[in-house]
């Protein structure tokens, strides 16, 4: 096995919270003390840093190939900076079961990256039964989530968060009051008012929140909240967390860079779940993050062809790609000031992977060798049409951005180098 | 003048092109007065009117508006066409471009989706209302209507009365008249109001009488049956005692004040029936008729503009 030196090279160390010149160390896929090596790269004083650990990415097998295979995800995440997905189990057929999550698994081996899977929570996602949880952890799935759909029978909820406790699985679960969102497509206010536009209001998520960490307190279970996106679900977190529950909270990319104006003129590449909120909301979530509250950012990698995006605001698909754009769109925070790059760093990376359990995240000896090596300020235009994706449905088409992955490595083997092309 | 290569909705309208169409209006309304009805503005041209929603007097008042002007009109039932075949929207939409049209109304029960196919075709697109977003036409033939009353469309208090979270008459109206420095009011029940619509500077009050309280001009809105059956509010005779409008809440508005709705009434649900029948009051048959002058102005406009381009 070759040994590889990473020299003048940028280390941003999210464990040690650190961001210096220096050198780091390859061997037989692990990172090792700096030593002689066969193989020398200079990074050119760019950025490396572990790499990305994107919890929650939608890929279309089994069911929807056509939107994304994990070939295409696989590279779009090497592009993207991305060493490890972890894949949503909302799938054509929901993977809730060991058979299902051993098909993801035999085709997952097609991906350029690491893949890890969640499964569903409660059979088809419909909110009755609950999983093989025990099967399911045995079969690798990570985590437990039926994502989207809200379990709304809390008797049901409340025993599978019993149920998953005994077997320490971590559940994942998207806190919003389902019946304040049905048939909301943007959030309500002054914005949706004038566009015509059902809305949800913010408050919807703050019940859900509210109502999860009850169940979270009375059954111990560990659980991630997932796209915390607004202030009022902030302050019942904050509140958890200090009397000390078993919780984490995440949010994605698109939530904190985005709000509910940049949808316009009903541009339906601007349509995710939960909505796009408001700015003051967006600033709150970032600085959730920058404080800790909020520990994961997530891409929410959801591909959608071009036929489910042309239709009216209403009914077109939610969703936005997001694993090639997840590492320049974060840098926005960083220029804004909101937060350095170790502070991103441990939200994409090395926070995931402790939550999930995975290694990574770190730049520690005998960590895996999953690396990215990029250049924080290299400006671009986004052109949709460049990315790896076999859907193209990103909200920052066109967008000026800075951030460019110039290599990837996966269990130090190279996945991704921009020289190539 | 007036610059739009189509009339999406009021929002994009500079106030001196929303003057020029209502002059234009006025012009064709005096002419049909007088017995004058044909022109041929439209000579030549190809109008199709798509309606993805049922309507009987908008798509009859763009009819007769085109055929007056001497367009050849085409409507099409989009309920019982294509779309139940699986066609989207735009394939539609280009569809009949490839037929080369020059004047496409069109109304979709979608906010936005007028503006999605107006992006798609070459012709001239008319917003015949979408979802809960725009009815433009509507918004102006009520202005015209005003207009004629009042003698002008600046420093008036409009009372907007009734549904007004589901209605894009409602919205259309409410910023025509900001722009033209008139005061608006809304008043209803909290669960039919817009969220936030304060914020917008716009006057929000659930009571009848303190909304009215000296207006000029009193527009009342239809209460969708599906939305009477305690979903949003408790019964069809509480609304009515609430907020239909009778003689004695309209005491509360200016002596001289008018009385508008535009259609089709629910007689003793939001409005009484005798008072929506008192010519001294009530401008609905009229602003039926400003309907026709209206769209025969907006489309003459874009025709010329069509011309232009």
Redesign the interface.
């Known amino acids: 096995m070759t040994s590889t030196l990473l020299t003048n090279a940028r280390l941003i160390d999210p464990e040690a919270g650190t961001d210096t010149l220096g050198e780091l160390r390859i061997e037989a896929g692990r990172i090792t003390a700096p030593g002689p090596a066969e193989q020398v790269v200079d990074c050119g004083g760019r950025c490396l840093a572990p790499g990305i650990v994107d919890l929650g990415v939608k890929v279309g097998e089994p069911g929807e190939r056509h939107k994304e295979s994990f070939h295409t995800a696989g590279q779009a995440a090497a592009r993207g900076g991305i060493t490890t997905m972890v894949c949503r189990p909302d799938t054509i057929p929901v993977i809730d079961s060991p058979e299902t999550l051993e098909h993801a698994r035999t085709r997952a081996t097609h991906s350029a990256v690491r893949v890890h899977h969640m499964s569903a929570l409660t059979r088809g996602r419909a909110g009755r039964e609950m999983v093989e949880i025990g099967f399911l952890r045995d079969a690798g799935a990570v985590a437990f989530t039926d994502g989207t759909h809200v379990v709304t029978d809390t008797k049901v909820l409340s025993r599978c968060l019993t149920y998953a406790r005994s077997l320490r699985a971590l559940v994942v679960g998207h806190p919003q009051e389902p019946g304040l969102a049905r048939g909301a497509v943007v959030t309500?206010?002054?914005f949706?008012?004038?566009?015509?536009?059902?809305?949800v209001?913010p408050l919807a998520e703050r019940m859900g929140v509210e109502r999860d960490l009850a169940l979270v307190e009375a059954t111990g279970v560990a659980y991630h909240l997932d796209q915390v996106t607004t202030a009022a679900g902030l302050a019942p977190l904050r509140r958890a967390r200090a009397a000390g529950l078993d919780v984490t909270a995440g949010t994605s990319i698109h939530h904190l860079t985005l709000n509910v104006l940049d949808v316009a003129?009903?541009r339906t590449f601007f349509k995710v779940t939960p909505p796009l909120r408001t700015e003051d909301d967006r600033l709150a979530v970032a600085e959730a993050l920058a404080d800790g509250t909020i520990d994961i950012i997530s891409s929410m990698h959801t591909p959608q062809d071009e036929?489910s995006k042309?239709?009216?605001?209403?009914?077109a698909a939610p969703g936005a790609v997001g694993l090639e754009t997840l590492l320049p769109a974060a840098m926005r925070l960083v220029s804004a000031g909101h937060v350095d790059l170790p502070t991103l760093w441990r939200a994409l990376s090395l926070n995931p992977a402790r939550r999930l359990g995975l290694a990574g995240g770190t730049l520690a000896k005998g960590a895996p060798a999953d690396l990215v090596l990029f250049d924080p300020d290299a400006p671009f235009v986004l052109d949709r049409w460049t990315l790896a994706s076999k859907s193209k449905n990103t909200p920052f088409d066109g967008a000026r951005m800075e951030g460019r992955v110039l290599r990837t490595w996966v269990g130090g083997e190279t996945v991704y180098d921009r020289a190539d092309g | 003048m007036f610059t739009q290569r189509h009339l999406l909705g009021i929002?994009p309208l500079h106030p001196t092109e929303i003057t020029t169409l209502l002059d234009r209006a006025e012009h064709y309304a005096e002419a049909q007065r007088r017995g004058d009805k044909h022109g041929d503005a439209l000579a030549g041209l190809t109008q199709i009117n798509m309606f993805f929603e049922n309507s009987t007097r908008t798509q009859a008042s763009f009819e007769i508006a085109g055929k007056r002007l001497g367009a050849d009109v085409m409507n099409m039932a989009m309920q019982a066409s294509s779309l139940k075949k699986g066609e989207?929207?735009?394939d539609t939409a280009l569809t009949l471009n490839a037929m080369r049209p020059d004047l496409l109304v069109v109304r979709?029960p979608?906010?936005?989706?007028v503006?999605?196919l107006a992006e798609k075709v070459n012709c001239a697109v008319l917003n015949a209302g979408?979802?809960?977003?725009?009815h433009p036409t509507q918004a102006l033939l009520d202005a015209l209507t005003i207009r004629r009353a009042k003698g002008r469309l600046h420093r008036l208090t409009v009372a907007i009365c009734g549904d007004i979270a589901h209605s894009?008459v409602a919205?259309s109206n409410l910023i025509l008249l900001g722009k033209m420095e008139s005061r608006v009011r809304l008043v209803g029940p909290p669960t039919l109001m817009?969220?936030?619509?304060a914020?917008?500077g716009i006057e929000v009050t659930d009571d009848m009488a303190e909304g009215l309280r000296d207006a000029d001009v009193v527009m009342m809105l239809r209460l969708q049956k599906e939305r009477m059956d305690g979903g949003f509010i408790p019964s069809e005779r509480e609304y009515y005692h609430r907020f239909g409008l009778d003689a004695a809440k309209l005491a509360h508005a200016k002596p001289d004040a008018i009385v508008m709705h535009p259609g089709p009434m629910n007689r003793g649900v939001e409005i009484d029936g005798t008072l929506a029948d008192d010519i001294n009051r009530s401008v609905i048959q009229e602003q039926v008729e400003m309907g026709v002058a209206v769209r025969m102005s907006a489309m003459d406009l874009l025709a010329q503009n069509l011309a232009r381009a």
């Open positions: 309500s206010g002054k949706a008012s004038l566009r015509g536009l059902p809305g209001s003129d009903y036929e042309r239709l009216p605001f209403e009914e | 929002e989207t929207l735009i979709h979608h906010s936005g989706a503006n999605l979408d979802g809960r977003h725009e894009r919205r817009p969220s936030e619509v914020e917008l």
